[in-house]
């Protein structure tokens, strides 16, 4: 029970981060202006400092062969949400306009912003580190395939996005040196290191601000009376980490890499949902139901899936 009281207490903490962002949005004492800066500092500076500084660590050759295991069954757990995302969209009949945010919200977990808080709490060390190389396929997918989908659907079926778009970005950059360095043994200097992990440790409460803020363009009551809003926060809170928790247990290295993937994949609808759709067209008041509301389901589920790990 340690674990599931553990679990909440984080749900918590990010909840309250949102209502800290509508509020101050509310109250007018930040503008829309300020709101949309967010985004760009996020994606900008806030993402590519967490994921470069995630590389700066020192492990052993095992755990590295557990994370690679963690990371290719991440992909695999990619593959599996996308059918089930694009067969639901056909199944309850989705807009063309909103098909490439229910596919993305449907296939990506809050896995950083809200899966590491969890995991570091339950875990450890060695359990953020295992779940590092499952951010690593949700950076991969996320700024590939999900931008990909997203700009798609929200321009007609047609992806309004170049390849070099797509792939150069600050993100994936980061990424790129990140894995050169951790593979070559090379270490930043710790001033560097220091600026990396205070940039990267305001990704989470200011996309959680962010979402708190773009929530006050409609009225709160009107965030629950979407029936899509609790179809996809039940496919992608329970459907997803319970089938992925039976079948992925056969190839797994460890318990502890089945715990981080289940995990990682149990949380909410991720916040780049909302970010993704600001940047690249669609529907942000749509995507910002989908994390509100499943954050806030969340809170019950996550603890809850923490325990079938």
């Not at 470069?52 to 069954?73: A, M, R, Y």
């Amino acid at each position: 029970m340690a674990i599931f009281f553990t679990a909440v207490e984080k749900m918590i903490t990010l909840f309250l981060y949102i209502v800290v962002g509508y509020i101050l949005r509310k109250k007018e004492f930040i503008s829309d202006g300020f709101t949309n800066g967010i985004v760009k500092v996020l994606m900008l500076v806030g993402m590519p400092a967490m994921v470069l500084n995630t590389f700066q660590t020192d492990i052993s050759p095992e755990i590295v062969k557990v994370g690679l295991n963690v990371f290719l069954l991440t992909c695999v757990a990619y593959g599996i949400s996308y059918i089930v995302g694009f067969a639901t969209a056909k199944l309850f009949k989705i807009e063309l306009s909103v098909t490439g945010i229910w596919i993305f919200s449907v296939m990506f977990p809050n896995h950083g912003f809200m899966g590491w808080p969890v995991i570091q709490a339950l875990y450890g060390q060695e359990g953020m580190f295992l779940a590092v190389f499952g951010n690593l396929g949700f950076q991969i997918f996320s700024f590939t395939v999900g931008v990909l989908v997203i700009s798609k659907y929200a321009n007609g079926g047609k992806a309004n996005i170049s390849l070099r778009k797509l792939l150069i970005t600050p993100v994936n950059i980061s990424m790129l040196l990140g894995i050169i360095l951790f593979m070559t043994g090379k270490r930043l200097p710790s001033a560097v290191n220091g600026t990396l992990s205070g940039l990267g440790g305001l990704v989470t409460p200011l996309a959680m601000i962010y979402i708190g803020a773009i929530l006050t363009k409609n009225k709160f009551r009107d965030m629950f009376n979407d029936y899509r809003v609790y179809i996809v926060s039940a496919i992608r809170l329970i459907v997803i980490p319970v089938v992925l928790a039976f079948a992925l247990k056969p190839f797994v290295a460890t318990e502890l890499a089945l715990a981080v993937i289940v995990i990682g994949q149990g949380t909410s609808v991720a916040s780049y949902c909302t970010m993704f759709t600001a940047e690249y067209g669609g529907d942000v008041l749509l995507s910002s139901k989908f994390v509100f509301v499943s954050t806030l389901l969340g809170m019950i589920t996550i603890p809850l899936i923490t325990m079938l790990v």
